[in-house]
T-cell receptor
């Protein structure tokens, strides 16, 4: 059983559309991170959210941490082909251990 | 600044063979990690080392051993490879502390036949 469930697992949309990716759990996390991974490379951190209800923006990407610190969402406005990649959420348990969701593979078509 | 380096990049093993995956970081981080990534499973923690001289099991440690050789290097050993260990392996490092960014290496793609 995956501790963190991401949905959708695959998403293919046209350039310019908006999209939201969800990361849900029945467990509470002290904080949550979103990573992006390109083919043949390791994941790279996009953002860390710490406080319940927190919203962080990174250009066209908006990240939200649920009030109960059990879920998070990533919203992309006006998606571009450069946004294509695998998006991973990761909850932090204990001191430093990360628990990853299974990932959302996003494809933005020109 | 190389960050996190892993060797080899690709490896094919026969069932029962052994090998060691090497990882080194030049960021003076205290903590290091080994993950495996399988399709539809995200990344799963195999072992981690919170600081030099300590190692702890993660979610999927069976069939693996690790050595924190010094502050820079953290190796992962497969003593008797099995087809179920076919995966992409990532090493990562971070500063100590909750919520610290983990920096990942480029991965090792391992196939066990």
């Amino acid at each position: 059983t995956q501790l963190l469930e991401q949905s959708p697992q695959f998403l293919s949309i046209q350039e310019g559309e908006n999209l939201t990716v969800y990361c849900n759990s029945s467990s509470v996390f002290s904080s949550l991170q979103w990573y992006r991974q390109e083919p043949g490379e390791g994941p790279v951190l996009l953002v860390t959210v710490v406080t319940g209800g927190e919203v962080k923006k990174l250009k066209r990407l908006t990240f939200q941490f649920g009030d109960a610190r059990k879920d998070s969402s990533l919203h992309i406005t006006a998606a571009q082909p450069g946004d294509t990649g695998l998006y991973l959420c990761a909850g932090i348990q204990g001191a430093q251990k990360l628990v990853f969701g299974q990932g959302t593979r996003l494809t933005i078509n020109p | 600044n190389a960050g996190v380096t892993q060797t080899p990049k690709f490896q094919v093993l026969k069932t029962g063979q052994s090998m060691t995956l090497q990882c080194a970081q030049d960021m003076n981080h205290n903590s290091m990690y080994w993950y495996r990534q399988d399709p539809g499973m995200g990344l799963r923690l195999i072992y981690y080392s919170a600081s030099e001289g300590t190692t702890d099991k993660g979610e999927v440690p069976n069939g693996y051993n690790v050595s924190r050789l010094n502050k820079r290097e953290f190796s992962l050993r497969l003593e008797s490879a099995a087809p179920s260990q076919t995966s992409v392996y990532f090493c990562a490092s971070s500063e100590v502390g909750t919520g610290r960014e983990q920096y990942f290496g480029p991965g090792t793609r391992l196939t066990v036949t």
